[in-house]
């Protein structure tokens, strides 16, 4: 098989990871938001603030990305620490941000609540360990051409070194079809769900690669069963350093959020006031 702890066969009871007002897994359903990049520091209070009042449990912004061209923007660095500091301090939410180095690792750890793991780096398995020697959940998106055990192998790496938190984001994968950026798998959320005790996001934009699909395939995620969704989103798409293409304004962000939360409650998922999912709270 593989992978063990990260098996249903381990812990037959959904894995819930809380992190301040996102619940990820169970009845939860959380919704992180922010733009590909931290691109600046106004720009980014700017979105995070934009994000909060629309009602967002988490904020994402990249500091280290994985870019295709070494020749476009790599991201701030350590410089947007304190950038994701700032956000975190006058919005309350929590951060993901993501870590491409093993000599990154302790230091994202301290300013982010959440780690992600990109695409490009699910099989890197030395990153993995590092980050499972971490204490922080890790989000762990799903290889650009990788089979769902071979994600689940990549969980169990981190899951090995003691690290449980793991959230799975399904973000698209490589097919034959150039229309979208990538294929949104909507059937790797009920399968994880099927092999996994872990919760498992859905990531559209990514997949889409055009703004104008992420509602649709956000609705199709969370009535696939998706624990929750990130989503990238800019208050000027037409001047993002990155993926300005797929991300959406905070106005059409509001109301795709508007427009599952229907959706959600029908598959049983609870959702508080507005955009805010106030869920039955617990830890793993
Ligand atoms: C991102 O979330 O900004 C990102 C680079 O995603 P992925 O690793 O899924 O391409
Ligand atoms: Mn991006």
Redesign the pocket.
Known sequence: MGYRLASRKEKTGDTIITVGDAVFGGEGFAVIAGP?AVENRDRFLQAALQLKKIGVQML?G?IF??RTSPYAFQGLAEEGLDILAEAKRVTGLPVVT?VMDTRDVETVARYADVI?I???NMQNFILLKEVGRTRKPVLL?RGLAATIQEWLMAAEYIMAEGNLQVIMCE?GIRTFETHTRNTLDVSAIPAIKHLSHLPVIA?PS?AAGRWGMVAPLAKAAVAAGADGL?IEVHPNPDEALC?GGQSLTPANFADLLDEIKPVAEAVGRQWGAGAKSLVKKSVI
């Open positions: 590909c994402r990249g990305k994985p993501e992600q990109g695409s490009r998106k973000r990531d990514h990130m993926d």
